[in-house]
C-alpha cells in the first residue's frame, strides 16, 4: 500500500530518454528509480522524454503507465545527431509540461539531469513561466566536467548562468560535485543559497538478484561462474559501462595486463556493455596484445548485470574525465565486489571502510592496488558489502529523496512569500 505524501506535491521528471533505452547509461537507470520512489510514497510522478531507445531507433509507445508513472514520449529530431550527444527534443515536451503545470493545483517538482541542450532549456522556461509553482531540481550525475568546445562555451554564456540562477536544488554525487557546482556558481556570479544537497548514489538490486543484504557464499559464487563458462580460481576484473573513449577502457586494459604479468595465477578481464564508437578500436587492442584468452567483451546485458559483478572479483573503472561517482561501481559493491576507481570517478566512504580504493591513475599505482585486494580479498569483499549496506542502500536514500524535495519545495514557499 502506497503511503499518502507529508506534502502534496506533483513530481515531473524531463528527460531526453528514458527506461527502457537503459543502455544510455546511469542516469536513465537513476531518474527511474527516483520516479518509482516517489510513486511509492503516494505523489502524482509524470516523466516526459524524448522517444529515442539506446539503439537510436523510435520508441513505438508514446504513452504508457510503467510502475504507476505516466510518461509521455515526444519526438527526438534527427536521431543520427544523438550518436554526438545532440538532442533535438521536440517543443511538444514543452508544451505537455507547461499543460501539466497549469492542470495542478499545488507547488510541482520538475526534475532534469541534463546540464546542456533543449531539455534544461525547457524546465528552465517552466521556471521562468510559474517562479512561484514551479520548483526546479537538478541532478548533474557527471555532467559538469570542462570540455574545450566552442559550441559548449557558446551555449554556456547564453544559457547556464539562468539555469544555475533558476535552480531551487542541485543533488551532487560527491564532494567534487558539490565543489564543481560551486567553481560554476561562482564562476556565472550566482549566489549558492543553500541550493547544493549532498545525495550520494544508491542501488536497488532487482527482485532475487543476491546483492544488499545478502551475502553471497563461495559456493553460490562458482555456481555462476560455472553458468557463464568462468573457472573457479580466475581472477575475474570487470567493467560495466558503455564502451566509449571517455570511460578509460584501455587504460583498465593496461593496468588488467600488467597486474596478470605479476599475479600467480590466472586472470580474466570482462568488458561488459553497449558499444559506444569504440569496440572495434578496443578490439584491434586486445588483438595488438595477444589478449583475446584473457579479455572478453560483453554485450547487451543489462536484465543480467548484477550475475557479472557477483562473480566477479574486483571492478574497475578508470574514466578520463570527471564523470564522479559511477553507478556500476555502486552495483558492483552491493554485490559484494570491491572496487578499484580513478579520481574521475569518485566516490565517498570507500577507501576509508576498505572496500576498494580511489587512485589518482597510473598503471603501476592501478597495479599495486589490484595487488593488494587480490591479497586480502575475502576481508574487501566483506567491506563492499557493509559499505553498500550502509552508505549505499535505496532503502534509505528514498526516504532522503522525498525529505530533500519537501525542503525544496518549503524553501521555495517562502521566498516567494
Same mark, same amino acid.
Given at each position: 500500500?502506497?503511503?499518502?505524501?507529508?506534502?502534496?506535491?506533483?513530481?515531473?521528471?524531463?528527460?531526453?530518454?528514458?527506461?527502457?533505452?537503459?543502455?544510455?547509461?546511469?542516469?536513465?537507470?537513476?531518474?527511474?528509480?527516483?520516479?518509482?520512489?516517489?510513486?511509492?510514497?503516494?505523489?502524482?510522478?509524470?516523466?516526459?522524454?524524448?522517444?529515442?531507445?539506446?539503439?537510436?531507433?523510435?520508441?513505438?509507445?508514446?504513452?504508457?503507465?510503467?510502475?504507476?508513472?505516466?510518461?509521455?514520449?515526444?519526438?527526438?529530431?534527427?536521431?543520427?545527431?544523438?550518436?554526438?550527444?545532440?538532442?533535438?527534443?521536440?517543443?511538444?515536451?514543452?508544451?505537455?509540461?507547461?499543460?501539466?503545470?497549469?492542470?495542478?493545483?499545488?507547488?510541482?517538482?520538475?526534475?532534469?539531469?541534463?546540464?546542456?541542450?533543449?531539455?534544461?532549456?525547457?524546465?528552465?522556461?517552466?521556471?521562468?513561466?510559474?517562479?512561484?509553482?514551479?520548483?526546479?531540481?537538478?541532478?548533474?550525475?557527471?555532467?559538469?566536467?570542462?570540455?574545450?568546445?566552442?559550441?559548449?562555451?557558446? @551555449? %554556456?554564456?547564453? $544559457?547556464?548562468?539562468?539555469? +544555475? #540562477?533558476?535552480?531551487?536544488? /542541485?543533488?551532487?554525487?560527491? !564532494?567534487? &560535485?558539490?565543489?564543481?557546482?560551486?567553481?560554476?556558481?561562482?564562476?556565472?556570479?550566482?549566489?549558492?543559497?543553500?541550493?547544493?544537497?549532498?545525495?550520494?548514489?544508491?542501488?536497488?538490486?532487482?527482485?532475487?538478484?543476491?546483492?544488499?543484504?545478502?551475502?553471497?557464499?563461495?559456493?553460490?559464487?562458482?555456481?555462476?561462474?560455472?553458468?557463464?563458462?568462468?573457472?573457479?580460481?580466475?581472477?575475474?576484473?570487470?567493467?560495466?559501462?558503455?564502451?566509449?573513449?571517455?570511460?578509460?577502457?584501455?587504460?583498465?586494459?593496461?593496468?588488467?595486463?600488467?597486474?596478470?604479468?605479476?599475479?600467480?595465477?590466472?586472470?580474466?578481464?570482462?568488458?561488459?556493455?553497449?558499444?559506444?564508437?569504440?569496440?572495434?578500436?578496443?578490439?584491434?587492442?586486445?588483438?595488438?596484445?595477444?589478449?583475446?584468452?584473457?579479455?572478453?567483451?560483453?554485450?547487451?546485458? @543489462? %536484465?543480467?548485470? $548484477?550475475?557479472?559483478?557477483? +562473480? #566477479?572479483?574486483?571492478?574497475? /573503472?578508470?574514466?578520463?574525465? !570527471?564523470? &564522479?561517482?559511477?553507478?556500476?561501481?555502486?552495483?558492483?559493491?552491493?554485490?559484494?565486489?570491491?572496487?578499484?576507481?580513478?579520481?574521475?570517478?569518485?566516490?565517498?566512504?570507500?577507501?576509508?571502510?576498505?572496500?576498494?580504493?580511489?587512485?589518482?591513475?597510473?598503471?603501476?599505482?592501478?597495479?599495486?592496488?589490484?595487488?593488494?585486494?587480490?591479497?586480502?580479498?575475502?576481508?574487501?569483499?566483506?567491506?563492499?558489502?557493509?559499505?553498500?549496506?550502509?552508505?549505499?542502500?535505496?532503502?534509505?536514500?528514498?526516504?532522503?529523496?522525498?525529505?530533500?524535495?519537501?525542503?525544496?519545495?518549503?524553501?521555495?514557499?517562502?521566498?516567494?512569500?
Amino acid at each position: 500500500m502506497r503511503k499518502a505524501p507529508s506534502t502534496r506535491f506533483e513530481y515531473i521528471q524531463l528527460t531526453s530518454a528514458y527506461a527502457p533505452a537503459f543502455g544510455f547509461g546511469g542516469p536513465i537507470r537513476l531518474m527511474y528509480e527516483y520516479a518509482k520512489w516517489m510513486a511509492d510514497a503516494g505523489f502524482s510522478v509524470a516523466v516526459i522524454t524524448g522517444d529515442v531507445n539506446h539503439d537510436f531507433t523510435h520508441v513505438a509507445k508514446k504513452k504508457e503507465f510503467l510502475y504507476g508513472i505516466e510518461i509521455r514520449r515526444v519526438r527526438v529530431w534527427w536521431h543520427r545527431l544523438v550518436r554526438k550527444n545532440i538532442n533535438l527534443v521536440s517543443t511538444t515536451m514543452l508544451g505537455l509540461a507547461i499543460r501539466r503545470v497549469c492542470q495542478t493545483p499545488g507547488p510541482v517538482i520538475v526534475h532534469v539531469w541534463e546540464v546542456r541542450g533543449l531539455v534544461p532549456l525547457y524546465g528552465l522556461v517552466l521556471k521562468k513561466l510559474f517562479p512561484g509553482k514551479v520548483v526546479l531540481v537538478h541532478s548533474a550525475f557527471g555532467q559538469l566536467h570542462y570540455k574545450n568546445s566552442m559550441l559548449r562555451i557558446m @551555449y %554556456d554564456r547564453l $544559457f547556464l548562468r539562468p539555469l +544555475l #540562477a533558476s535552480m531551487d536544488m /542541485g543533488l551532487a554525487q560527491n !564532494d567534487h &560535485e558539490i565543489n564543481r557546482y560551486r567553481e560554476l556558481l561562482a564562476q556565472y556570479e550566482v549566489n549558492e543559497y543553500n541550493r547544493l544537497v549532498l545525495f550520494p548514489l544508491s542501488v536497488n538490486t532487482k527482485e532475487g538478484n543476491k546483492g544488499i543484504g545478502n551475502m553471497i557464499t563461495v559456493n553460490e559464487r562458482l555456481d555462476l561462474r560455472r553458468e557463464y563458462g568462468i573457472q573457479d580460481d580466475v581472477f575475474v576484473c570487470i567493467f560495466l559501462g558503455r564502451l566509449h573513449p571517455a570511460k578509460g577502457i584501455i587504460r583498465a586494459i593496461d593496468a588488467f595486463l600488467a597486474f596478470s604479468a605479476l599475479y600467480s595465477g590466472q586472470t580474466l578481464f570482462l568488458i561488459v556493455g553497449r558499444d559506444d564508437g569504440m569496440q572495434q578500436h578496443i578490439t584491434d587492442y586486445i588483438s595488438e596484445h595477444n589478449a583475446s584468452s584473457s579479455i572478453r567483451i560483453v554485450n547487451n546485458v @543489462y %536484465d543480467t548485470r $548484477f550475475d557479472y559483478y557477483t +562473480l #566477479a572479483d574486483l571492478f574497475l /573503472g578508470f574514466p578520463t574525465i !570527471d564523470e &564522479e561517482t559511477m553507478l556500476a561501481s555502486v552495483e558492483a559493491l552491493s554485490c559484494g565486489t570491491p572496487i578499484l576507481v580513478s579520481r574521475e570517478a569518485d566516490i565517498p566512504f570507500v577507501e576509508e571502510e576498505w572496500a576498494g580504493f580511489v587512485i589518482d591513475f597510473t598503471v603501476d599505482v592501478a597495479v599495486d592496488r589490484i595487488l593488494r585486494i587480490s591479497n586480502k580479498l575475502d576481508s574487501f569483499r566483506h567491506s563492499a558489502y557493509e559499505v553498500a549496506n550502509r552508505y549505499f542502500s535505496a532503502s534509505s536514500a528514498r526516504h532522503r529523496f522525498t525529505a530533500y524535495l519537501n525542503k525544496a519545495v518549503q524553501k521555495c514557499k517562502e521566498s516567494e512569500s
